[in-house]
């Protein structure tokens, strides 16, 4: 990838998804950086947001469009949709993987389940091409592309689906072309990778649990 003059470092940890998003931004546009992995619990400014790359960086190396659509009333529907999938599903999701009972466990993916329902209408109603930014990858595609391997290992650890082909087909499907990406095949995690890992974390918060 060119790197178009700019020194870019990326600080991150393998397995996090927020890393992923940055990395998937950088391969769409071109942007060659150097990595280096840091431990989750030290924090570093180095980390670049999504949407700041998006705008620092708007001409991609490919000449594809910008993450962001121009359009004002588009760009703020995309912001409201990213926001929502970080608030209303990936917020509970995340709580599936550190909750301390199975009762706990239910109910946050009960919650992640329930408003992955929008984003089934999203793709319905948008544009045409099987993204959310239409033919091409926009913004809310990248930011929900970086939990895709953590979509697969929740399946393969309980076999809960969070993009269930029979309740949101369009949702598994848009995960299946995703995953077909240059840029996903370049940087999303090993699945069995992150279901050790997820395990690992499991096990620790069932340890502390239990000898409570």
């Known amino acids: 990838m060119a790197g178009a003059g700019h020194e ?5 940890m393998w397995a996090s998804p927020f890393v992923t998003r940055v990395k998937l931004a950088l391969h769409l546009k071109g942007l060659s950086y150097d990595y280096v992995e840091e431990d989750l619990g030290s924090k570093s400014e180095l980390l670049l947001p999504l949407q700041y790359i998006d705008e620092a960086f708007a001409a991609a190396a490919d000449g594809s469009p910008p993450l962001l659509p121009a359009d004002p009333y588009e760009r703020a529907t995309a912001l409201f949709w990213a926001a929502y999938i970080d608030d209303k599903v990936l917020k509970p999701w995340r709580r599936v993987f550190s909750a301390r009972t199975d009762e706990e ?37 990248v930011l929900l592309g970086g939990n895709v391997p953590w979509v697969r290992a929740t399946t393969a650890i309980s076999g809960g689906e969070l993009f269930d082909a029979a309740r949101t087909p369009l949702l598994a499907t848009w995960m299946e072309r995703f995953g077909e990406l240059d840029a996903a095949k370049a940087v999303i995690q090993d699945v069995d990778k992150v279901v050790d890992y997820a395990k690992m974390i499991m096990a620790l918060f069932a340890a502390g649990s239990a000898a409570r």
């Open 8 to 12: 870019l470092k990326l600080v991150g």
């Open 105 to 141: 466990r239910a109910e946050w993916m009960g919650q992640a389940v329930a408003a992955v329902g929008a984003l089934e209408g999203v793709l319905a109603g948008g544009k045409e091409g099987g993204f959310f930014g239409g033919d091409s990858v926009g913004y809310v595609d």
